[in-house]
């Protein structure tokens, strides 16, 4: 069985603050990790993916995620947040065989 | 163009009407799913094909059906809608770099299905 949560459905931020949201997961194997994002409108597109080649995983639009896995953990950071990052964000986890499943989401808002 | 096109991108039925919902890629990937999402629940999986004549259900599809036509389409029917079928549909599609369910998904725009 394996299973994510994300800790808190909404985050806000300022803008040039850090961004961090929260993924927890469970995997009864070794797990592949995801964080998707959904901006308006459009549908999901993949930020970041870790497949055990390294624990620092660096995405697109400077987003990144480390792997944790003493802590189960695979939160999304990005140091500086823009106006262009608001969106909802969605970890998900697979592994062997398993179907991929994912959070409930993180609606991120930036503040001016 | 868009690599996973949906086609309606609205759409608004009455209970018990059957409805199609139509994905088309031309990414050339073999696998192809089909998710709900709801607020609050994230995307659940309906049906996933891995190639076309591979068909399997996800956690929910009860009350849905889906035809694999070629490679690149995949159609996702409701028999006879309901209201607790009103959500928002996603086409996605994968290129196996691995067995299983490991490899990053493509998704198209969506349909909003409104069941009254």
């Known amino acids: 069985a394996q299973s994510v949560t994300q800790l808190g459905s909404h985050v806000s931020v300022s803008e040039g603050a850090l961004v961090l949201l929260r993924c927890n997961y469970s995997?009864?194997?070794?797990?592949?990790l995801f964080w998707y994002v959904q901006y308006p409108n459009q549908g999901l597109q993949l930020l970041l993916k870790y497949t055990s080649a390294a624990t620092l995983v660096k995405g697109i639009n400077g987003f990144e995620a480390e792997f944790k896995k003493s802590e189960t953990s695979f939160h999304l950071t990005k140091p500086s947040a823009h106006m262009s990052d608001a969106a909802e964000y969605f970890c998900?986890?697979?592994?062997?065989?398993?179907?991929?499943?994912f959070g409930i989401g993180t609606k991120l808002q930036v503040i001016p | 163009d868009a690599d996973v096109t949906q086609t309606p991108r609205n759409r608004i039925t009455k209970t018990g009407k059957r409805i199609m919902l139509e994905c088309s890629q031309t990414k050339g990937h073999d696998r192809m799913y089909w998710y709900r999402q709801d607020p609050g629940l994230g995307l659940r999986l309906i049906y996933y094909?891995?190639?076309?004549?591979?068909?399997n259900k996800g956690e929910i599809s009860d009350g849905y059906s889906v035809s694999r036509q070629a490679q690149a389409k995949f159609s996702l029917s409701l028999e006879s809608a309901i209201p607790n079928q009103t959500a928002l549909y996603f086409c996605?599609?994968?290129?196996?770099?691995?067995?299983?369910?490991?490899?990053?998904?493509?998704f198209g725009p969506g349909t909003r299905l409104t069941v009254l």
């Open positions: 998900a986890v697979s592994g062997g065989y398993q179907k991929v499943t």
């Open positions: 094909s891995f190639d076309v004549k591979d068909i």
């Open positions: 995997s009864s194997v070794p797990p592949y």
């Open positions: 996605a599609t994968s290129d196996p770099s691995g067995g299983g369910h490991t490899d990053t998904q493509y």
